[in-house]
């Protein structure tokens, strides 16, 4: 699966990755900057998958469910369409 589109919210610390499949299908997944504590390092930040999609016939369809589903995309400037 490939990357074809990131959308990445204005603070930085979350994105949404809209992925193509090799049989023609489309997905996303939405990632999330998290921070844990990690014992003898200290707190370290890391990207965390929050969810992931079942998978659509088109991109276009991929990217109107995530609007649908991720508040914080609907309210952004950056979104498709």
């Not at 990207?47 to 998978?55: A, F, N, P, T």
Request: with cysteine; net charge negative; glycine share 10%.
């Amino acid at each position: 699966m490939t990357c074809v589109r990131r959308i990445e919210h204005e603070d930085g610390k979350r994105r949404v990755n809209f992925l193509g499949h090799s049989n023609g299908f489309f997905s996303y997944e939405g990632w999330c900057e998290a921070l844990d504590n990690v014992p003898g390092l200290g707190p370290q930040t890391y990207w965390k998958c929050e969810y992931q999609s079942g998978l659509y016939a088109s991109l276009e369809d991929a990217e109107r469910d995530a609007l649908a589903s991720i508040d914080w995309l609907r309210r952004s400037t950056n979104s498709p369409g």
